[in-house]
C-alpha cells in the first residue's frame, strides 16, 4: 500500500494540472503544460496515476479536441450532450500554427511511444481505472441498438468492437452503457473527433442557400496522374494536419501489415491456446480497425452488419425510416483514404511477396507485443469462394462499399460536389492497389520520425507497377468496385453534370482509364460478367470456366453489400425505375453501361459547348478521351461527335436540347420509350422536400388504383352495357322510397363522370400529379389561409 503522503501529492498535482489544462489557450502555455504532464508521468508509478486518469485525464480530452471550453464542467467530468468541437481545441491550434515546435510537443505528447502511451498502456495492465463513454457520441445505429434492451444483449455478439463492454447501468437499472478502459476511451474520442467536425461544418454549409462551385483544383490533387504538388509541399500539407499525423502514426504502431501471422500463431490451431503476448497485439489492432470502419465508414448506415448475420440472431433494424436517405459524414474524405490506404499495404505485401519489400520492412512497420489488453477475436473470414487477398481487405470491404455507394446516390442535389469527390478519389484508390507502394508513405514515415532531410535525400526504391495476373485474386473478391459502383457512379455523372461538367467528366474520365488500363484487366471484368449471366458454362476454354466458382460470393456481396441502396422515386437518377440488381455495366439493352455512357457523353458534349469559355479546346479534348476509352472497353464505336462551331454559342438553346439527343446507338429517339417520370425528378429548392415525396407516393398509388398508368384501348367505348329492368310496374312511393333513388341516381351520376373522366385522361396519357403541391408558396399560402381563419373565429368568441 502507498503511503499516505504519496497519496495526498499526487490527488493535489492531478488537481493543479487540471486546472493547468483549462487555462491553456496559447502555444506558450500548451506546451509548458504538455511538459509538465510528461514530467508528472515520468515521477509517478502507475498505481499513483490513478488519480491523473480519474481527474486530469477527462478534461485533458476535453481541450485536446475542443468539445467545449470545459470550464464549466468540473474536472472529473466529461459533457454528456453532444456539442461541436470548437476552434479553440490543442490538436486545432497546433494545426494552424506556423510553429513546428509547437506543433511537435503536443504530437509528442499524444504519440504512440510517448510518455502518455506508456502510462496508459501501464493502468490498462492493472484495469486501475475504467469509464462510461457517452452513448450520444457513439455511432448512430448503436445508439439505436442501445434505446432497446433486447438489442443491447446481442450487439457484442454482433459487433466485436463493442464485446465485453456493454455494461447494464448499475444506477438507472436497465439502461445499458458501455465501460472502456483508458487506451479504448481515448481511441474512441479520437474515432469521433473527425466526425463531430465534419457535422459541424456540413450544418455551416447548409447555412449557405449555393454554395461555391467546386474546382478541379480542389479535388484532382488527391487523385495519382493529376497531381501537380511537388513534395515539399505535400510535406508541408502533412505537416500542418496534426491529426493526420496522429493517425498514420497509432496505425503505424498498433496495425501490423508485414508480419500480422506472427501475431497469431495459433490463429488457425484447434487447441485453445491463450493468446498473450503476441496475441494482444493483434486484438489491439482489431480493436483500432473495428474502430475506425463504425465510426467513420458505417455510423448513420441504416444496414451496419451483413444481412446474414442479422439474421442468424434474429436481429431486424428499424433504422431505415429513421436515418432513411442520409448521406455519410462528409469531410472525412482525407482521414479514410489514408485508413482504407494504409490497410491496402496488407493485400500489397500478400500479392506482391513479403521479399519484394524487405528493404522497407523497418521495424517501425511491425509492432511489439507489449500491450495487454484482452483476448483476441476471431478474424473475418473470406467469402467463400474467393480466394483471400490480405489481412484486412475483408474487413473494410462491404462498409466502405456501402459508404461510396451511399455518399453517390444520397448527395443532395444543388450541393457543392467536394465531399462526393473526396469520397471517389477514396474508391479510386482502392480500386488501384497495384499502384500503391511504401514510398507513398515516405513523406509521413520522415515527419512522424523527425527524419525529414534525410529521407528526402533518398531515392524512390519502389515502382509503382500495374495490373497484372497476380491481382486476379483481388479484382474478384471485389468485383462490385469494377462494375456494379460504376453503374451507380454513371447515374451520379448524370445527375450532377450540370453542377460542374468539367469536373464530372474528368472524374468518370479517371474511372474509365483505371478499367482499360490494362488488356487483361478488362478481358477479366467481361468475362466474369459473362459467366454472370450465363446458366451454364458453355465455353470451351477452361480459363472462363474457372470463374464461375465465383459467380455465388459476387452475387450474395451485391444481395449484401446494396441491402436496401437504390435510386429513390424522387432523386432523378436514371436508375430508379431499373434498380442495378443485376450486373449491367457491359449490358447491350437501353440501361446498359454503354448505352448510358454513349447519352452522358452527348449531354456533357452539349454542357462544356454551352459554358466553356477560353478552355473549349481542353473541354472537348477530353470528351474525345472519354470515347475513346468508351470505344475501348465495349469494343466499338461511340456516338459520332456533334460539329462544333466556336460562333455558335448558344447556352440556352444548348441546355434545352440536352435530353434530346438524335441518336442513341442504333436506335433513333423516335423508337426509344422514355424511361424516366417527369413527376419524380429531383427534388428543388422551392419545395417541402419531405411533402414532396409523400405526395409522390400518393399520386403513385393512385395512378395505379385508377389504372391510369397503362394506354387507355382503342376499342374502350364502342360498346355499351345495358341494364335489364324487370317487367312490371314499379311504383315509388313515400319518403325514404324517394331519398334512396335521389342517392342512386346521384351516385350513378357521379360515377358516370368519374367513369368518363379517368377514361379521357387514360386516352390523353393524364395522370394524377399532387406533387404541385409540395411547394413552398402553395404550403404557404394554405398555411396563412389557416392561421387567418384561426384567428378570425378567435376574435369572435371574444368579442
Known amino acids: 500500500m502507498l503511503p499516505h503522503s504519496y497519496t495526498v501529492d499526487s490527488l493535489s498535482r492531478s488537481q493543479d494540472l487540471a486546472s493547468a489544462i483549462l487555462a491553456s489557450t496559447t502555444s506558450s502555455q500548451i506546451s509548458a503544460t504538455c511538459a509538465s504532464i510528461d514530467s508528472f508521468l515520468r515521477s509517478h508509478t502507475p498505481d499513483q496515476c490513478r488519480h491523473f486518469f480519474s481527474i486530469t485525464f477527462p478534461t485533458l480530452i476535453c481541450k485536446l479536441f475542443g468539445f467545449d471550453d470545459a470550464t464549466s464542467l468540473p474536472p472529473t467530468q466529461l459533457p454528456q450532450k453532444p456539442q461541436q468541437p470548437q476552434s479553440n481545441g490543442w490538436i486545432e491550434i497546433a494545426s494552424q500554427s506556423s510553429d513546428p515546435d509547437f506543433s511537435g510537443k503536443v504530437f509528442s505528447l499524444l504519440s504512440p511511444n510517448g510518455t502518455l502511451m506508456n502510462s496508459i498502456s501501464a493502468v490498462d495492465r492493472h484495469t486501475l481505472v475504467k469509464y462510461v463513454f457517452p452513448i450520444e457520441r457513439l455511432p448512430e445505429w448503436v445508439r439505436f441498438m442501445l434505446s432497446n434492451e433486447k438489442d443491447c444483449r446481442v450487439l457484442a455478439d454482433l459487433c466485436p468492437l463493442f464485446k465485453g463492454k456493454v455494461k447494464e447501468d448499475s444506477i438507472k437499472g436497465s439502461l445499458c452503457q458501455v465501460q472502456l478502459n ?35 483544383e480542389n479535388w484532382t490533387h488527391s487523385i495519382r496522374g493529376f497531381s501537380g504538388l511537388n513534395k515539399r509541399e505535400a510535406e508541408q500539407k502533412f505537416e500542418g494536419n496534426l491529426y493526420i499525423r496522429l493517425l498514420y502514426a497509432y496505425l503505424r504502431a498498433f496495425v501490423p501489415i508485414f508480419d500480422l501471422g506472427a501475431h497469431q500463431p495459433y490463429r488457425s490451431s484447434i487447441l485453445n491456446y491463450s493468446l498473450k503476448g503476441d496475441g494482444s497485439v493483434i486484438f489491439r489492432a482489431e480493436f483500432l480497425v473495428n474502430l475506425f470502419v463504425h465510426y467513420w465508414l458505417v455510423d448513420n448506415d441504416f444496414s451496419p452488419l451483413p444481412v446474414k448475420a442479422c439474421k442468424s440472431y434474429g436481429v431486424s433494424f428499424p433504422f431505415r425510416s429513421v436515418l432513411g436517405e442520409t448521406p455519410p459524414t462528409s469531410g472525412l474524405g482525407e482521414v479514410v483514404k489514408l485508413f482504407v490506404k494504409y490497410l491496402t499495404l496488407s493485400s500489397v505485401i500478400s500479392t506482391d511477396g513479403f521479399d519484394n519489400v524487405e528493404h522497407s520492412g523497418s521495424p517501425s512497420w511491425r509492432v511489439s507485443a507489449g500491450f495487454d489488453s484482452g483476448k483476441s477475436m476471431d478474424v473475418v473470414s473470406v467469402s467463400p469462394g474467393v480466394c483471400s487477398v490480405g489481412s484486412w481487405n475483408s474487413w473494410i ?145 477452361s480459363k472462363v470456366n474457372s470463374l464461375y466458382r465465383y459467380v455465388p460470393s459476387i452475387r450474395e456481396q451485391l444481395q449484401d453489400w446494396e441491402d436496401g441502396l437504390c435510386e429513390s422515386d424522387a432523386d432523378g437518377s436514371f436508375l430508379h425505375e431499373n434498380w442495378n440488381k443485376d450486373l449491367r455495366l457491359f449490358s447491350d439493352g437501353d440501361d446498359g453501361g454503354q448505352q448510358i455512357l454513349q447519352l452522358f457523353i452527348l449531354r456533357a458534349e452539349a454542357e462544356l459547348q454551352g459554358i466553356s469559355g477560353d478552355n473549349l479546346t481542353e473541354c472537348l479534348k477530353l470528351i474525345d478521351s472519354l470515347k475513346e476509352k468508351v470505344g475501348y472497353l465495349f469494343g466499338g464505336s461511340t456516338v459520332k461527335p456533334i460539329p462544333i462551331s466556336p ?14 439527343p438524335k441518336r442513341v446507338g442504333n436506335r433513333t429517339l423516335a423508337n426509344m420509350g422514355y424511361k424516366g417520370d417527369w413527376m419524380k425528378r429531383p427534388i428543388s429548392d422551392d419545395e417541402v422536400a419531405w411533402l414532396a415525396k409523400m405526395l409522390i407516393w400518393l399520386s403513385s398509388w393512385l395512378n395505379e388504383s385508377l389504372g391510369l398508368n397503362r394506354a387507355e384501348d382503342s376499342d374502350a367505348g364502342s360498346e355499351w352495357s345495358y341494364v335489364d329492368v324487370p317487367s312490371g310496374e314499379a311504383n315509388v312511393t313515400g319518403t325514404r322510397e324517394t331519398v334512396k333513388t335521389l342517392v342512386c341516381l346521384i351516385g350513378s351520376w357521379l360515377l358516370t363522370v368519374g367513369t368518363t373522366t379517368v377514361r379521357l385522361m387514360r386516352k390523353h396519357n393524364l395522370r394524377v400529379n399532387l406533387r404541385v403541391l409540395a411547394s413552398k408558396k402553395v404550403v404557404m399560402v394554405l398555411l396563412l389561409s389557416f392561421v387567418f381563419s384561426v384567428l378570425k373565429k378567435a376574435f369572435r368568441l371574444l368579442y
Open 182 to 216: 483508458v487506451f479504448e476511451y481515448y481511441m474512441f474520442w479520437f474515432a469521433y473527433y473527425p466526425v463531430c467536425k465534419g457535422n459541424n461544418e456540413n450544418l455551416d454549409s447548409n447555412s449557405v442557400k449555393r454554395s461555391k462551385r467546386f474546382t478541379l
Open 397 to 541: 470491404q462491404r462498409p466502405l462499399y456501402r459508404f461510396i455507394l451511399r455518399t453517390f446516390l444520397f448527395c443532395p442535389v444543388g450541393t457543392s460536389i467536394k465531399n462526393a469527390s473526396q469520397v471517389f478519389s477514396v474508391w479510386v484508390s482502392y480500386m488501384e492497389p497495384w499502384t500503391i507502394t511504401l514510398d507513398d508513405f515516405a513523406e509521413l514515415d520522415a515527419i512522424v520520425n523527425g527524419s525529414n532531410k534525410d529521407v528526402r535525400k533518398q531515392e524512390s526504391q519502389s515502382q509503382a507497377s500495374g495490373y497484372s495476373s497476380l491481382w486476379q485474386g483481388y479484382v474478384l473478391s471485389n468485383y462490385l468496385y469494377y462494375s456494379s459502383l460504376v453503374m451507380h457512379f454513371i447515374g451520379f455523372a448524370h445527375k450532377f453534370l450540370h453542377s460542374d461538367p468539367e469536373v464530372i467528366v474528368q472524374m468518370l474520365l479517371k474511372v474509365l482509364s483505371l478499367l482499360t488500363s490494362s488488356k487483361e484487366l478488362v478481358d477479366l471484368l467481361k468475362n466474369v460478367d459473362a459467366v454472370f449471366h450465363s446458366k451454364q458454362a458453355l465455353s470451351s476454354k
Open 647 to 660: 460562333e455558335l454559342r448558344q447556352p440556352q438553346h444548348l441546355r434545352d436540347e440536352i435530353f434530346k
